[in-house]
């Protein structure tokens, strides 16, 4: 459910299984004229999941990479650079792609999913958090 949030004065998502407790008041909320609910969920929503919006550069490779020149995962989603290097050297084929795209467990799914052919290489953050998850699964597998 997307609503205005009086606390943080903003139009945010909540989750209608954690609502506790409902007040009904006299109050009335006027949706602003400019406000576009699949603007904001392009924005604000990704892979099912909300977070704040962040530019990702994300590099996959070998078979992915063909995958990712062929799909579009969000509408921001650029072609930044694609390399053919197959059978060159041995080098596998890439391509980096650029997203505009809502942050957090979403994002981080969506990159993990594609492990281990997808590297985080913008934003550090985004970089060390992926990172991170991969280090607590290896510990957890590994023992």
């Known amino acids: 459910m997307i609503g205005h949030d009086h606390l943080r004065g ?3 998502p909540f989750s209608i299984d954690h ?5 009904e008041t006299d109050e009335h909320f006027v949706r602003p004229k400019d406000f576009d609910l699949r603007a904001y969920l392009t924005e604000h929503c990704f892979n099912g999941i909300h977070g704040a919006p962040v530019t990702v550069l994300l590099r996959a490779r070998g078979t992915t990479a063909r995958i990712f020149r062929e799909r579009v995962f969000h509408p921001s989603q650029r ?3 694609k390399s053919d290097r197959a059978g060159k050297d041995h080098e596998e ?3 980096t792609i ?3 795209v809502a942050g957090g467990r ?10 281990p ?3 985080v290489l913008e934003p550090d953050d ?3 958090e992926v990172a991170n998850v991969h280090k607590q699964s290896l510990a957890r597998l590994v023992g």
């Open 98 to 100: 650029e997203m505009h």
């Open 79 to 81: 072609l930044i650079e």
């Open 10 to 12: 903003a139009i945010i």
């Open 19 to 23: 609502i506790r407790t409902l007040l």
């Open 93 to 95: 084929a890439t391509t």
């Open 106 to 115: 979403g994002l981080v799914r969506f990159i993990l999913s594609w492990s």
């Open 126 to 128: 985004l970089r060390r």
């Open 117 to 119: 052919d997808v590297e």
